[in-house]
């Protein structure tokens, strides 16, 4: 069984002595343990081409157009069976390197995606996915700030787990959390957090979310959209869409029975969303062809150039 730990913060600063406290943790549970810092990696931007997409469905493997660090991080997640990843909270939520994983996560590591493009392989003789990324697998996360200033960042880090359908079984947000190393509450928190993920990793199947209630009753996500003038609300991480009320004096959120099959952490949902992208990108095919798109495109290009720095030969 292997737990690999991520650290998004700064060398030997508090998310990579909180990671390597929760991976002592789960040493003692009789894990293998590793350590990354993403900071020490090369991960670009992702700029929104569609070849990972584009690659995935025409039985092409899906394999990312960039040239960085990113594909030796996802194959060390994948390999293991367990993660745990730490970000400093910046204006409320995760540091851009861990955005930056989030994004490149994206449509190539989409659980749907993997299906669909792993039968188009096998029909035309391509090139299957990594089929690692059907596996199981339990990941939690630390969020580290120093001051109350929080709010985005478990929503953040969940989203990496959406793509792939990974169990996030907890997601714990450490404010006022400057002098960390030296609290020994948190940082016993953190050692139950690996010894937690490592029991669930040894049996990744049947891992659950164990954390604290969120108040999406589904994903346990705290982060809303509310429709203006009404008590409709949509939750920013699994989607679903219900309305707050007020029961025993006490804000719940409530859906109806069918909105489960619409979760954007779950299979049903993410075919509906793969048949939707679908669809849009056959519209933009379409469009492309046409002497009125071409027109408005050039329009702008003839505008004006984007400013770059000048750069030193």
Request: proline share 3%; hydrophobic share 40%.
């Amino acid at each position: 069984m292997k737990v690999l730990g991520i650290s998004a913060g700064t060398k030997d600063g508090s998310n990579d002595s909180l990671v390597k406290e929760a991976l002592m943790g789960a040493k003692e549970e009789g894990a293998e343990i590793e350590f990354i810092r993403l900071l020490d990696l090369d991960i670009k931007h992702c700029t929104g081409c569609i070849a990972c997409v584009l690659s995935l469905m025409t039985g092409k493997g899906g394999k990312c157009a960039l040239h960085d660090d990113f594909e030796w991080l996802l194959d060390k997640m994948l390999d293991a069976d367990g993660i745990i990843l730490s970000s400093p909270i910046f204006e409320k939520g995760a540091a851009g390197i861990t955005r930056n994983v989030c994004d490149r996560f994206g449509p190539r590591t989409d659980r749907a995606h993997i299906i669909i493009s792993s039968k188009i392989a096998e029909e035309t003789g391509g090139t299957q996915p990594d089929l690692r990324l059907l596996k199981e697998k339990a990941i939690s996360f630390m969020g580290i700030g120093g001051s109350d200033w929080s709010t985005r960042v478990e929503c953040d880090h969940a989203m990496i787990a959406m793509s792939p359908m990974w169990t996030v079984v907890e997601n714990i947000v450490f404010q006022w959390s400057k002098t960390i190393v030296v609290e020994d509450e948190k940082v016993a928190k953190a050692h139950a957090l690996g010894r937690n993920l490592a029991k669930a990793a040894a049996d990744p199947a049947s891992a659950a979310y164990i954390g604290e209630p969120g108040f999406c009753p589904h994903c346990h996500s705290h982060e809303f959209y509310l429709s203006p003038g009404s008590t409709r609300a949509i939750c920013c991480l699994c989607g679903m869409e219900g309305d707050i009320a007020v029961e025993g004096g006490k804000a719940v959120f409530r859906f109806e029975e069918e909105e489960l099959g619409k979760a954007h952490d779950d299979l049903s949902g993410k075919f509906i969303h793969a048949d939707q992208i679908k669809e849009n990108e056959g519209r933009l095919i379409e469009v492309k062809k046409s002497d009125e798109y071409r027109r408005r495109v050039q329009r702008y290009k003839d505008f004006i150039s984007g400013t770059v720095p000048e750069r030193k030969a």
